[in-house]
């Protein structure tokens, strides 16, 4: 009878530790990713209530990761916890980092792996958007980078995108309909203003018309290029 060993991944690979505004995730350089995943999993879902009900940043340190490889980590995380990940921080590959928040400014809700840096009500973020991901503010939301489908930004304010608009962006979404959306392209799937929805047809989507501008006159959205 023959008998094969495996050895499980060095629980040293990963270490979890609480710091000042999040948790911090230590990541050994050299071991192989698959392996960290496995680490990361198995002590996190062993440390529950070291995340529970908190709403932080998560750093990952120790090594550097590219975009995916840090949303497969926080995938994780995610998964296994109820952390509520305002920013996400990592070393080599840094997406807008927060500037000073003034203690006036309400606080931003992120989904996913992306950090924005706040000037007064307005939140900043310097990436793409991709399916899945939102942003959700009690401001407005300027975007340098492209929405692109399935997902989402919801601001209780204005929202400029540097880039084309191809997700669900909703402006002024309590209620506030001087509100307006402003992109390089404006191809939404959907846009709302305040409580009214529009639809963008298929085949105006498919057209670059350039910078353009949408707003609520006489209870209807109105798009005007720019």
């Known amino acids: 009878m023959i008998t094969i060993e495996t050895t499980a991944p060095n629980p040293q690979y990963v270490l979890l530790k609480g710091q000042r505004d999040g948790i911090a995730v230590l990541l050994d350089a050299n071991a192989p990713l698959e392996e960290i995943k496995i680490v ?6 062993g440390a529950k209530r070291f995340f529970e009900g908190a709403n932080a940043t ?6 550097t990761l590219t975009e995916d490889e840090e949303q497969e980590l926080l995938d994780i995380i995610m998964r296994e916890t109820t952390l509520d990940v305002a920013f996400v921080e990592s070393e080599g590959f840094t997406m807008a980092a927060p500037k000073t928040i003034p203690k006036s400014a309400p606080a931003a809700t992120v989904s996913s792996t992306f950090a924005p840096a706040m000037e007064g009500e307005t939140a900043f973020y310097a990436t793409n ?5 939102q942003v ?22 204005n929202v400029i995108v540097l880039g084309a608009i191809r997700g669900m962006v909703h402006a002024g979404a309590i209620g506030d309909d001087t509100c307006f959306i ?16 529009t639809v963008i047809p298929e085949e105006e989507r498919s057209k670059d018309n350039g910078p353009a501008r ?3 006159k006489e209870g209807q959205v109105f798009v005007e290029q720019l």
């Open 58 to 63: 998560v750093s990952f340190k120790g090594r």
């Open 136 to 157: 959700r503010y009690k401001g407005s939301v300027v975007v340098v980078g492209d929405v692109n489908p399935g997902s989402e930004i919801i601001a209780d304010g």
């Open 40 to 45: 990361l999993q198995n002590k996190v879902a």
């Open 182 to 197: 402003s992109a390089l392209e404006l191809r939404p799937t959907q846009l709302r203003i305040a409580n009214t929805i």
């Open 214 to 216: 949408a707003y609520i």
């Open 129 to 133: 958007l991709r399916a899945g991901q």
